[in-house]
């Protein structure tokens, strides 16, 4: 067989190589080894020929198969390289990922929410606070059905001061008319800054401080023109 290459003498035999012990052996590695194998063979006892055409047809085969991985392994690469760039056009866009920040421009104009509910709620709340982890306004939404909810937050804290321009965190807790849990799954839509790769998948970065992989990406959409 192929995988072990047999150095016979008058004494014994001993091997010489292993085919696929050695993953850089080619094929003049082989022919080689065949050939002082061949040569160094006891007269008495020649080479099968039947082992000697297996063994041939077993490494054109394996010859065979590591040449379709090298192509494979090309064609992997030239698709990812495909993919990054498909990704970096996102540079610009305004992006719904999974996440739970928002950001005010702090003129007290209307900041989206969104947010899935696994189920039917009785009642539901909205919690916004400050980068200080400071709570400055809650928002009784009451009951919302399965799927998913949209609401505003007007920017202002529960006195209706409008609140400084940067980003707030959101949380919400909803309760079905048993007053069990709603398990809750929180959006959040910010300008994509920039994409990286350096941790071997693409990473964006909003202008609202959040960064996740492209697969939390829900939606995409074209910036806002000001007449």
Do not use: C, H
Not at 22 to 43: E, I, R, T, Y
Not at 144 to 149: A, I
Not at 152 to 180: E, F, H, I, L
């Amino acid at each position: 067989m192929v995988d072990a290459v047999t150095q016979t003498n008058g004494a014994g035999s001993s091997p010489i190589g292993s085919l696929t012990g050695q993953s850089s052996m080619g094929k003049d590695a082989f022919l080689k080894l065949l050939v002082a194998q061949l040569k160094n063979q006891d007269p008495l006892k020649p080479q099968d020929s039947t082992q000697f055409v297996a063994e041939l047809a077993q490494f054109s085969s394996l010859e065979q198969t590591m040449a379709i991985n090298d192509r494979l392994d090309t064609l992997s690469l030239q698709s990812q390289g495909l993919a990054n760039t498909e990704t970096v056009s996102l540079v610009g866009k305004i992006a719904t990922v999974r996440g739970n920040l928002v950001t005010s421009d702090g003129t007290g104009v209307g900041v989206p929410v969104s947010f899935g509910l696994s189920g039917d709620a009785a009642d539901v709340t909205v919690t916004v606070r400050n980068q200080a982890g400071e709570v400055v306004r809650t928002i009784e939404i009451g009951a919302k059905n399965q799927g998913l909810v949209k609401v505003q937050w007007d920017g202002r804290n529960d006195g209706g001061v409008v609140q400084p321009a940067g980003s707030y965190q959101v949380s919400v807790t909803a309760k079905d008319s048993a007053g069990n849990p709603v398990s809750v799954s929180q959006q959040t839509v910010g300008s994509v800054k920039s994409v990286s790769f350096d941790k071997g998948y693409p990473v964006l970065l909003l202008d609202n401080g959040v960064s996740v992989p492209v697969s939390d990406l829900l939606k995409v959409e074209a910036p806002k023109t000001t007449p």
